[in-house]
Each structure stands twice: as structure tokens, then as C-alpha cells.
């Protein structure tokens, strides 16, 4: 039994750092009195429940002979480029330091005390949403309502991106999203440079899909990334703090990590089967779009296979925000068809 003591003990040591690096923060960084006195309280917390169990945690302890130091410095996985990367890591430590003192408390058959750590630990996921809300409003917000358009030259019926960009600026159109596959470097940059002149006097936001080393020539609002594209982390080193990074979302899994990794919004889809993009994972239905408008709380765009007969479907999930693609610019009148799917959408119903 003194080896669970030593487990409890290094993690109540574990806990009690990760929570004073987030104090520290919450003090010294953000300014924010509410959130670092709640963290306050759990660190006297975590140390004070144990305090009748202090000899036994202290006997245990053995830091000399504790293989983590050696594997810690052999794997070097700890380094940290970010503010987002800092937070994050501090909460899932002690998230999980938490754990394991209510779990070996049980063995101990100290479960009363068990349950105190399993309530902190419940405290902690909700100041961890807190807490990165400090961080996300130094970010430009987008307000993602109405229709999202996206480019796609192929099923553009021989009209070029700058032809359809106009017809969308021209039906105000508040959001365009360059994504073209096929063409190349040269050729997707010289687009840009003349959609970002359009979007930029119109006061439209212009997103690049995957092309950052573009986005951040061109001077766009923002980049929208795949879950299969460069980490969000490192993206965000690149293009800074004002410029909007938007990501692909599949699953409420892929959702809920999407809060700690700093986007700005998320794509929801694809609701329906899609025939724009060719590598494009299996439709996800309108379940998924009904968890995340009563469970995220970011930004987001529906997506995929939605036209103008099932919109409404779409809408009646509660979608406020919708991206249609080949309904748009294969479309024989597109400020005539761009004009039917904005009243429809402001109605939320056909």
C-alpha cells in the first residue's frame, strides 16, 4: 500500500503544479481575478483533503529513485511553442493527476475522499473552457451566419473564379472561400492576388482552403484547414493572431478538440454526399450538425451535398450558417440563385 501512496503523492504534487502554472497565468498574464481565484481554491484544495494522510505521503516519497526524471529527459516531448500548447498541457496534466488520486484513493478504500477528487476534476473541465476563452478573444471573431461561398472552377460551367467572385460580391455575399485542387501554384496565386483586391474593397471575408504560404502572400482574413493538413498549433505560429483559421470537422470528437486548438470556426459535414472534393470521408448526416449546435461553442458552417431542395432539412437543425458549392457556381443565373437561398436561409425555412 506505500507504493499507492507514492502514486498519490507525486500526483498531488502533479496536480498542484500544473494548477499554479494556470494561477500564475490567469494572475500575471490575462489579469483576470475570477478565473485565478477559482484556480486558487482548487490548489488549497487538492493539498488540504490529503492533509490527515500526510505522513503516509511524505514516507513514501522517494524522488531520488524515480525512473520518470530519466524518461522525461530522454524523450524530450515536453517543449512548448505556444500559449495555447502551455495552457493545454497544464490542464491535461492536472486533469489527469486528478484522476489518479481518485483512483488509487478507492483501492485504499478511501473512497469518500476519492469523490472530493473527482469533483475538482469536474471544476477543471469547466475552467478549462473558461480559461481558453481568455485567450481566443485576442483572435478576429467571425460571425458565420447566412451562406458561406466556396469557389470550384471545375463545375463553374466555363465562367472563371473572378467572373463567380464578382456575381457573389455583387448578390453580397459576406464570406468567399478560394478552393481550387487542380490548378497550379502560379496560377491559384495570381487568382488570389485579384480576389483578395475584390473581397478587400467589398469588405468580404476572403478564406484560402489549405494554401497558407498563399494566404499569408495575399493578405487574406483567413486559411480553412483539413484534418489531414499541418497541425493547428504550428499554423497558428505562422499566420499570427489576427488571421482566422477555420478546420474540417467530422465527428463530436474531432469537435471537442477543435476548442482547445485555438480555430475560429469549424466546417460541420459533409451533411450529404459530395461529389466536389474527391478525397472526402463518408456523409455524417444531420446527427452530427444537431451535436454541435447544442454542444460547441465555436462558430460553424455546414457543409456538404446541401442544394436548395434539402436546405431546409439543414436549417430546421438549427444551421445558421451554410456553404453551398456546385449549387452556387454551376448555377446558370448565380446572383438570381445566391439572392433565393439568402431569403430562404433568413426564414430558415424553403
Known amino acids: 500500500m506505500d507504493k499507492l501512496y507514492r502514486i498519490i503523492d507525486a500526483n498531488i504534487n502533479r496536480a498542484s503544479e500544473g494548477v499554479r502554472v494556470l494561477e500564475d497565468l490567469a494572475r500575471f498574464y490575462y ?17 488540504k483533503e490529503v492533509m490527515s494522510h500526510l505522513p503516509s505521503l511524505l514516507d513514501s516519497r522517494d524522488s531520488h529513485k524515480d525512473v520518470g526524471l530519466e524518461v522525461s529527459k530522454e524523450l524530450k516531448i515536453d517543449s512548448k511553442t505556444s500559449m495555447i500548447e502551455l495552457i493545454t498541457a497544464n490542464f491535461k496534466r492536472l486533469q489527469e493527476a486528478l484522476r489518479a488520486i481518485e483512483e488509487n484513493l478507492k483501492v ?3 473512497y469518500q475522499l476519492s469523490k472530493s477528487y473527482e469533483d475538482f476534476r469536474f471544476s477543471v473541465y469547466q475552467l478549462e ?7 481566443m478573444p485576442k483572435r478576429k471573431i467571425i460571425d458565420l ?4 461561398c466556396i469557389t470550384a472552377h471545375e463545375f463553374s460551367n466555363g465562367r472563371s473564379n473572378i467572373e463567380v467572385v464578382e456575381k457573389m460580391i455583387n448578390s453580397g455575399a459576406k464570406i468567399i472561400q478560394y478552393r481550387e485542387k487542380y490548378k497550379s501554384h502560379i496560377e491559384k496565386y495570381k487568382e488570389c492576388v485579384k480576389l483578395r483586391e475584390m473581397t478587400k474593397e467589398s469588405d468580404v471575408i476572403f478564406i484560402l482552403n489549405d494554401h497558407i504560404d498563399i494566404a499569408m502572400m495575399v493578405k487574406a482574413d483567413g ?3 483539413g484534418q489531414d493538413d499541418l497541425p493547428v498549433e504550428k499554423v497558428r505560429e505562422l499566420v499570427g493572431e489576427d488571421m482566422i483559421i477555420g478546420l474540417s470537422t467530422h465527428s463530436p470528437k474531432q469537435a471537442q478538440a477543435a476548442l482547445s486548438q485555438g480555430v475560429d470556426y469549424i466546417g460541420v459535414g459533409p451533411i ?22 447544442k454542444n460547441i461553442d465555436l462558430p460553424y458552417v455546414a457543409i456538404g451535398g446541401i442544394k436548395e431542395h434539402n436546405l431546409s432539412e439543414v436549417l430546421s437543425k438549427g444551421a445558421k450558417c451554410v456553404a453551398m458549392v456546385t449549387e452556387i457556381v454551376g448555377a446558370d443565373d448565380i446572383e438570381g440563385k445566391i439572392e433565393k437561398v439568402k431569403i430562404s436561409i433568413s426564414k430558415g425555412v424553403l
Open 31 to 47: 489579469n483576470d481575478k475570477n478565473i485565478c481565484g477559482k484556480l486558487k481554491e482548487i490548489r488549497h484544495g487538492i493539498r
Open 108 to 110: 485504499l478504500n478511501l
Open 129 to 135: 473552457k473558461e480559461f481558453f476563452k481568455l485567450e
Open 145 to 148: 451566419k447566412g451562406l458561406y
Open 223 to 225: 486559411v480553412h484547414l
Open 272 to 293: 450529404y454526399k459530395t461529389y466536389t472534393k474527391k478525397d472526402v470521408c463518408d456523409p455524417v448526416g444531420l446527427e452530427y450538425l444537431e451535436y454541435v449546435v
